[in-house]
């Protein structure tokens, strides 16, 4: 169903109240997909020491994902509900980073795509990779500092050392087809949060743990947030690097790219693309 700008024909209302009726109307598919291909034009515009800096400090913010959720689990009782609780603190990593407007990967699944889309070049294609890259790259390397500072004796009571262990289990729970399948549903998520953020306003933190919560209890891959438990696991000697790549990164990365982009980018672009088309041809 196509949006309509509130007020925008309403011969009872003045200037004044139909621009307060504007204000809070819903914005326009083609108004949140501008803003969204912005936010990627904008991060493949950055320079490497901006991007890296950005990225390795969203990977140690995403750590607190862990962090709480083995926090809150240490203080529930092991019960078959447990889950629906500590799953609170999964969502931590994701506010501390997307309102602190770091670099995370999975978002770029949809932002840096956008403007592929729109383009249809090489060189935005080349830049979208460039994006990629860098991001990944010091997303794990801040996800692999966290954990490695989580190695510290005494600074977390044994309890939770042992809950971090608990949860530091679950990148390696499923094979590489379940994986991937957990890692699109993620992906998706996470990329269509993206796209819900600019009409969420006043709702943005909302939004943020709604979403992320239902990543976490629902048991999906996360590709950094599940790093940081899947490096605590090999450096605590319950899985090995070959666990680490083939049965936890390959995989979860592998089902993020492909919920993000083929799952949000490509869908919600599809349906405005002849509005794009329209547009273009009036200019």
């Not at 108004?31 to 034009?41: K, S």
């Not at 809150?72 to 931590?92: C, D, F, K, N, Q």
């Not at 510290?152 to 939770?160: A, H, K, L, T």
């Amino acid at each position: 169903m196509p949006e309509l700008q509130a007020g925008a024909d309403s011969p009872h209302l003045d200037d004044s109240q139909r621009e307060q009726a504007a204000e809070h109307s819903t914005p326009h598919p083609l108004v949140i997909h501008e803003i969204v291909r912005e936010e990627g034009e904008t991060a493949m515009g950055r320079t490497f020491s901006a991007l890296m800096w950005s990225a390795l400090a969203a990977g140690m913010s995403m750590g607190f994902s862990f962090l709480a959720q083995a926090i809150v689990e240490s203080a529930l009782p092991a019960t078959t509900w447990r889950h629906l609780i500590s799953s609170i603190g999964y969502s931590m990593g994701f506010v501390f980073v997307i309102l602190g407007r770091q670099q995370l990967f999975t978002e770029s699944t949809l932002t840096a795509v956008l403007p592929v889309l729109v383009r249809r070049d090489l060189k935005t294609i080349g830049r979208t990779l460039r994006l990629w890259s860098i991001v990944l790259f010091f997303n794990l390397m801040g996800t692999t500092i966290f954990a490695a500072m989580l190695q510290f004796r005494g600074v977390f009571s044994p309890e939770i050392g042992t809950a971090l262990a608990n949860v530091a289990h679950a990148p390696f729970s499923g094979d590489f087809g379940v994986t991937v399948v957990r890692g699109v549903f993620a992906g998706w998520l996470i990329a269509l949060m993206v796209w819900l953020l600019p009409s969420a306003r006043a709702a943005r933190l909302s939004t943020i743990l709604l979403v992320t919560y239902t990543v976490g209890v629902s048991g999906l891959a996360h590709v950094i947030a599940g790093s940081a438990e899947a490096a605590y696991a090999v450096m605590i000697g319950v899985a090995n690097i070959g666990d680490y790549f083939v049965v936890f990164l390959f995989p979860t990365l592998i089902g993020n790219v492909i919920g993000g982009v083929a799952m949000v980018a490509i869908v919600n672009h599809a349906a405005i693309a002849p509005e794009i088309a329209g547009a273009q041809r009036q200019k």
